[in-house]
Nanobody, 114 residues
C-alpha cells in the first residue's frame, strides 16, 4: 500500500520560511519522480517542483529562486524548502510520486499571512 504523508505546513508571515517534508512508503522510492504541487482556494492544482530519480529538478516560474526541492533516498523523503514566502503561496501543498501511475498525499496547508 502506497502512502505519502506530508508534514511541515502552517502559518507564516510574508518573507518567512517553511520546510515541508513528505515521507513515502510502499514504493521503490529511488526510481520514482517525486514532486510537490499546490492548490489554492478556487484554483486548479499546479506544479511547484519535481525531482527525478536522477536528481534533475524543475520548478514553476513563480517559485524559482525561492523554493528548493530535495530528496533523501535513504530515508524515503522529499522536502521542499520554501523561503521568501508570499501571500500568493498560500495553498494546500501535495506530495506526489510518479512512474506511470501517480500517487498523492493528502496535503498540508500553508498559510502566508500578516
Amino acid at each position: 500500500q502506497v502512502q505519502l504523508v506530508e508534514s511541515g505546513g502552517g502559518l507564516v508571515q510574508p518573507g518567512g520560511s517553511l520546510r515541508l517534508s513528505c515521507a513515502a512508503s510502499g514504493i521503490v522510492f529511488s526510481i520514482y519522480t517525486m514532486g510537490w504541487y499546490r492548490q489554492a482556494p478556487g484554483k486548479q492544482r499546479e506544479l511547484v517542483a519535481v525531482i527525478t530519480n536522477g536528481g534533475t529538478t524543475n520548478y514553476a516560474d513563480s517559485v524559482k529562486g525561492r523554493f528548493t526541492i530535495s530528496n533523501n533516498n535513504g530515508k524515503n523523503t522529499v522536502d521542499l524548502q520554501m523561503n521568501s514566502l508570499k501571500l500568493e503561496d498560500t495553498a494546500v501543498y501535495y506530495c506526489s510520486a510518479s512512474r506511470g501511475t501517480v500517487y498523492w498525499g493528502k496535503g498540508t496547508l500553508v498559510t502566508v499571512s500578516s
